[in-house]
Structures are given as C-alpha cells and as structure tokens.
C-alpha cells in the first residue's frame, strides 16, 4: 500500500509497518555507531602511527641515504652516485610541514577506540536527536548543528561532554508525526525507504574504511591497536639497527679502500658529482682525529648536528652548534682543545677544517654519534625519553 493511497490503514497495519521502521532504524542507528566509531578508530591510530612511527621511517631513511652515499663516495660510480641522490631526495627536510612537530618520541597516545560508554550515549543521541527524524526545515538545521557537536566529542571519546549533550537534549521537543495521526503512514513509508537508502551507504563507507590502508593495517589487530603499533616499532627498530650495522661495517671498510680506477681519470668534472652528506673519512687522513672511546670524559664537545638530532640523543654538557651557525658563534667556542661531534663525522670533519685554518685546536671524533653510541658513551635527550642517535 503506497502512501498516496486513499484506502485506510488497518490498526494491523499500521503496526506492522511501526515495527518495521522500528527495527530497521535499530539496524540503522546500530551501522551508523559501528561505521563512525570505525572512522574514529583509523583517524586515531593514523595520527598516532605517523607521531610513533613516523620518526623511525626518517631515521630508516637517513640511514639508508648515509649508506647510498658512503657506497657512492667510495666507488665513484655514477649509478652508485644516481642511487645515492635519489635515497637522499627521500629524507625529509628539517623544515617539511608534514615532520617538523614531530618529536624523535611521541607523548603516550590517547586509546584509539572510545569506550563503551561513550559508544552508549553517543548511540542514544544519535537515536533522539538525529536530523532526520523531522521533516522541518529548521529544526533539521537545529538538529544538524547539534548532531555536529556530538560528533566531535565521540570522535574524542568524550564521555564526560556526550554526557553533558544528552542532558541538553533531554528537553528538545520531538517531530515526528503522532503515532495516531493520519499523517504517521506516509511519514514511516517514507522513514523505511531512507533508512534502507542510508543503511546501503553505510555498508559501501564501512567497506570503503576498511581498504585504507590504515584500515588494513588496524583490522590486523582490531582489539589491540596500541600493541600493534608497539611490534611495528620494535619491527621498525630492528630495521634501523641493521642499516647501522651496515653503515658502520663500509665505514670501517671505507679504511681500506679497494683498489680501482679514480673517477678522476677519464677527464670527468669530479665537481659533477656532489659529495655525501657526511661519511667520517671524508677528512679522517688530513684531520686531527680521535675515536670515540678515547675522547676524555671531562672534554669540551661540540655537537654540529641539527635540534632535531640534538633532541633525540646528545652527549649531556656538549655544547649544540649546527654546523650553519659555526661561523656567526665562532667566539661562543672555548679556546681550549675542542672534540667535534656530528652523526658519523662527516660534518664535524668539515667543522674541524675550519676551526684548524683559524688557529684553534680541535678534533674530530671518528664515527660521531653512531661511534660514541657504539662505545656505550652515555648520552641523554631533550624531554628524558631514552636516547638515540638520530
């Protein structure tokens, strides 16, 4: 029986037809919870993943660049050279938009799903004081502004504040025709064909949640999210820990060169290939140099790297001058003999040169950080969290 019919409802009827609009908006309200706290959890855990995580991918790809360039300083070769370039393109820059706020550890993170009290009553309001439950115009714009509301503390997992809402909507006057209106048909016909409409849509966004990638990854563990960011960061680690072990091994390879062609020879611009960043033979032969194990505990030190470096893992008492200020602070320095700090002695190298050409006495510390970590120097961080070598 259509809406536009003239034929009466049967008492029957009409309440077949209130318990059909009654369990679908049930099915209904019970996927649209579902898909919003879906939407909330992947929002969470991809801000948290990127905070956590996001650090250590920078650091896997430092180090991968450090290893392109040493293998490139080494070889001279040009597709050693073209590899080394392209893996230092993939480092952000310290002024990238997407990195600058992130700090080399994250703060502890919020739980990524709301709880289930904030799941209750954010269900109960959607059920009360959802916009379409009324035909009016303006009390669907009034419903809408407060639905956002609502929204925004669930995708907060706000309890206290969904609390606060239901209390303000506890009085909020109903639109929906009465139950023994004539009008009350065609509303629930109506009511049954969007519900259906809407519940078909939210299907397709739960699917389409789902395939994210940060959908994927959380349906790996979805009781456990946290713990699952925990084992990729031990993942992550492990990772990093062997790309600097490889580092140190063509550093201490780099020793002992082997025997070649010169890229010199052959009339090729040597000036055409730009130099790594940093490798810590760089400057080693021609250099005072020291290793790390030997530089003395009361030494003055002076770490060149960027805050970022500094912030994640630095030697406590070392003076911090990045190596683009050494020049405008040069009288900030001691006069006293000077051991020069960077990641792997690259930059402290080409600080050293400066430094000895101005009549100072300073040293290189072969290998940087990477060594001094290496050595079991102790080291701290800015915010107290466990050091690293960035």
């Known amino acids: 029986m259509s809406a536009e ?10 309440l077949q037809l209130e318990e059909r609009v009654a369990a679908t908006e049930l099915a209904w309200l019970t996927l649209d919870v579902d898909v919003e706290t879906l939407r909330v959890e992947i929002d969470n855990f991809a801000l948290v993943h990127h905070q956590l995580l996001g650090p250590l991918y920078a650091r896997l790809d430092e180090l991968d660049a450090l290893i392109a360039e040493t293998v490139a300083a080494r070889t001279g070769d040009p597709e050693a050279l073209r590899r080394a370039a392209e893996a230092r393109s993939r480092v952000a820059e310290p002024d990238d938009p997407a990195t600058a706020d992130l700090a080399p550890e994250p703060p502890a993170a ?7 009290e904030a799941q209750r009553i954010y269900r109960d309001l959607a059920r009360r004081a959802h916009p379409d439950l009324t035909t009016d ?75 994210t990638p940060m959908g994927e990854l959380l ?36 020793e002992h060169p082997p025997a070649g062609p010169s890229r010199h020879n052959g009339g090729e611009d040597p000036s055409s290939h730009p130099e790594p960043q940093e490798t810590r033979t760089m400057f080693a032969q021609a250099l005072p140099t020291t290793d790390a194990a030997s530089v003395p505990a009361d030494a003055a030190l002076l770490d060149v790297r960027e805050q970022d470096e500094w912030d994640a893992g630095h030697v406590d ?50 290998g940087g950080m990477f060594a001094w970590e290496a050595a079991g120097r102790p080291m701290v961080s800015s915010d107290g969290r466990d050091p690293f070598v960035l």
């Open 137 to 211: 115009p303006a009390e669907q714009e009034r419903r809408s502004a407060f639905i956002s509301r609502v929204n925004e503390a669930y995708a907060h997992g706000d309890a206290v504040a969904l609390e606060e809402l239901a209390g303000e909507w506890s009085t909020a006057p109903e639109s929906a025709p009465d139950p023994g209106s004539d009008e009350r048909p065609a509303w629930l016909l109506r009511r049954l064909e969007w519900l259906t409409a809407r519940i078909g849509q939210l299907a397709t966004e739960q699917v389409r949640l789902e395939r």
């Open 110 to 116: 919020a739980k990524v799903r709301p709880d289930r």
């Open 317 to 366: 008492g070392a003076r911090h001058i990045p190596i683009g200020q050494v020049v405008a602070r040069l009288d900030e320095l001691p006069d006293d003999r000077l051991y020069v700090l960077c990641r792997v002695g690259g930059r402290s190298a080409q600080v050293v040169q400066y430094l000895v050409a101005q009549g100072r006495d300073a040293v290189n510390v072969d």
């Open 5 to 14: 019919s003239p034929a009466q409802w049967s008492e029957q009827e009409r």
């Open 219 to 254: 349906l790996l563990a979805p009781q456990e999210p946290e713990r699952l960011l925990e084992e990729l960061a031990e993942q992550l680690l492990g990772r990093a820990s062997e790309r600097r072990a490889e580092l140190e091994r063509l550093l201490a390879d780099a």
